[in-house]
């Protein structure tokens, strides 16, 4: 089995977002059972709170319920659990890299990476553009999973 935790600022936008649409890509390919997938902050700003809104919008509008998600920050035992901790900014890279203490097992990767345009996610946060962050995770996600 494949353990994936994508990581963001808050756990309220982009992770949540990555973690409920790779979620219905494995199920749609029919290969849910290979994988665990779940998300979380690095910052303790958002924790407890439920999927913000416009994100949950988004999500809802492709099918995709996320309900009962609610915001956790990452830990370290999050890197001794997870194979792979993929997070959508350089900021979310170098706070889990705080978090754990660097990555001598090199897990951490952004999720962009992984396609030909590599970068970082569009963050709805501060741009209100959840399309652009919705096509960001969609190209990222599709490509780590021609990966696995």
């Known amino acids: 089995m494949i353990k994936i ?13 990555a973690e409920f649409m790779m979620k219905k890509m494995v199920a749609d390919a029919g290969i849910a059972d290979r994988f665990e997938i779940a998300s979380a902050a690095v ?43 993929i997070c959508m900014d350089n900021s979310n890279m170098r706070n889990m890299q705080r978090i754990c ?10 999720l962009l990476d992984f396609t030909d345009r590599p ?14 962050t919705w096509d960001d995770i969609e190209a990222g996600l599709q490509a780590l999973l021609a990966r696995q």
């Open 101 to 110: 203490g660097g990555d001598p097992e090199n897990k951490m990767h952004r």
């Open 119 to 132: 970068g970082e996610v569009a963050d709805p946060w501060y741009s209100g553009d959840f399309r652009q």
């Open 43 to 85: 910052s303790s700003e958002e924790l407890g709170n439920p999927v913000y809104p416009p994100a949950k919008s988004i999500l809802n509008a492709h099918g995709i319920d996320c309900r009962g998600k609610f915001a956790r920050q990452m830990t370290v035992k999050d890197y001794e659990y997870y194979d792979m901790l």
């Open 5 to 17: 935790l994508f990581v963001c600022h808050g756990n309220i936008c982009r992770s949540p977002m």
